[in-house]
């Protein structure tokens, strides 16, 4: 099993819509999770972090399911800029390593 | 606000040649970690470092050297280059466990 799992996509939204996707992780003892938005290729950048059992930011909410080790992320009335590849990372997935999920594509379109 | 600063930006290698990626942060962090992206796919841990004078193999460490002589720095060193390296390198930190990363802008490198 891989460390971390993310359904690659792509999710087509329409704008305005809701999409929501999951990310799996077999370390149990994971204790942050974190989800970066990445642009064509650019850096990732941090959209949220979550320590407890979930988080929201405006239009976005993730929610942490330790019993069934997965974190999902939400996203509502989604914009034409939300365009993106999410990147799912726990903390301690694989020991001290910071390990990256490969990634949810979401194109929304109008 | 520097941040993670990698060097050079874009880079084109000739097989067999070697060099070094520049990865610098002056965020005082102990975790710095270099990942390589190839295209349709995630970042792949190559290397990582958890402290001055520590370091340890990620997933794919194989054509790749590290060292971290200091806090600030953390260079990757290519010693042999093969068109297998053609990729999006990326240097990320992070002050400890748990906390967020931060990411360089990345070296885009082609080998011919």
């Known amino acids: 099993r891989k460390e971390v799992e993310q359904d690659p996509g792509p999710f087509n939204v329409p704008e305005g819509a809701t999409v929501a996707f999951n990310c799996t992780y077999s370390n149990s003892a994971s204790q942050s999770f974190f989800w970066y938005r990445q642009d064509c290729r650019k850096e990732p950048k941090l959209l949220m972090s979550v320590y407890s059992s979930g988080n929201e930011d405006g239009r976005f909410t993730a929610q942490l399911n330790r019993a069934s080790q997965y974190i999902s992320l939400l996203i509502r009335d989604s914009k034409l800029s939300d365009s993106a590849t999410y990147l799912c990372v726990p903390w301690g997935a694989a020991g001290n390593k910071l390990t990256f999920g490969g990634g949810t594509r979401v194109l929304v379109k109008p | 606000n520097a941040g993670v600063t990698q060097t050079p930006k874009f880079q084109v290698l000739k097989t067999g040649q070697s060099m070094t990626l520049q990865c610098a942060q002056d965020?005082?962090?102990?975790?710095m970690s270099w990942y390589r992206q190839d295209p349709g796919m995630g970042l792949r841990l190559i290397h990582y470092s958890v402290g001055a004078g520590i370091t340890d193999q990620g997933e794919v460490p194989n054509g790749y050297n590290v060292s971290r002589s200091t806090t600030e720095d953390f260079p990757l060193r290519l010693l042999s280059a093969a068109p297998s390296q053609t990729s999006v390198y990326f240097c990320?930190?992070?002050?400890?466990?748990?906390?967020?990363?931060?990411f360089g802008q990345g070296t885009r490198l082609t080998v011919v």
């Open positions: 990320a930190s992070s002050s400890q466990r748990n906390t967020e990363a931060f």
């Open positions: 965020m005082n962090h102990e975790y």
